[in-house]
Nanobody, 114 residues
Framework: QVQLVESGGGLVQAGGSLRLSCAAS?????MGWYRQAPGKQRELVAR???????NYADSVLGRFTISRDNAKNTVYLQMSSLKPEDTGVYYC???????????WGHGTQVTVSS
């Protein structure tokens, strides 16, 4: 089992920045962020594997950066140049290996006003 605790969501104007954090209760290989907008399916935003390989959704490339601190079992999502379409609940996800069972956090709301 892994517990994931997210923080850092909030309300920001378009063009602004936010940083999300997710602390895991133990070391885990794959960590990432998904988001779900009202009426839409949950989608991958960014993912990072323990060897620092990363994946990003096309919609956030060049604006979001995912990173991790392995000593703290924590993953970060630095979000810049935020757009109203980035609004949604952001969920932290973790897997022991790519494709394995995924653990989820409770989510943190991000709202970008125009």
């Amino acid at each position: 089992q892994v517990q994931l605790v997210e923080s850092g969501g909030g309300l920001v104007q378009a063009g602004g920045s936010l940083r999300l954090s997710c602390a895991a209760s133990r070391s885990i290989s794959v960590m990432g962020w998904y988001r779900q907008a009202p009426g839409k399916q949950r989608e991958l935003v960014a993912r990072i594997i323990s060897d620092w390989r990363t994946n990003y959704a096309d919609s956030v490339l060049g604006r979001f950066t995912i990173s991790r601190d392995n000593a703290k079992n924590t993953v970060y999502l630095q979000m810049s140049s935020l757009k109203p379409e980035d609004t949604g609940v952001y969920y932290c996800n973790a897997q022991d290996s790519y494709g394995a069972y995924g653990y989820w956090g409770h989510g943190t709301q991000v709202t970008v006003s125009s």
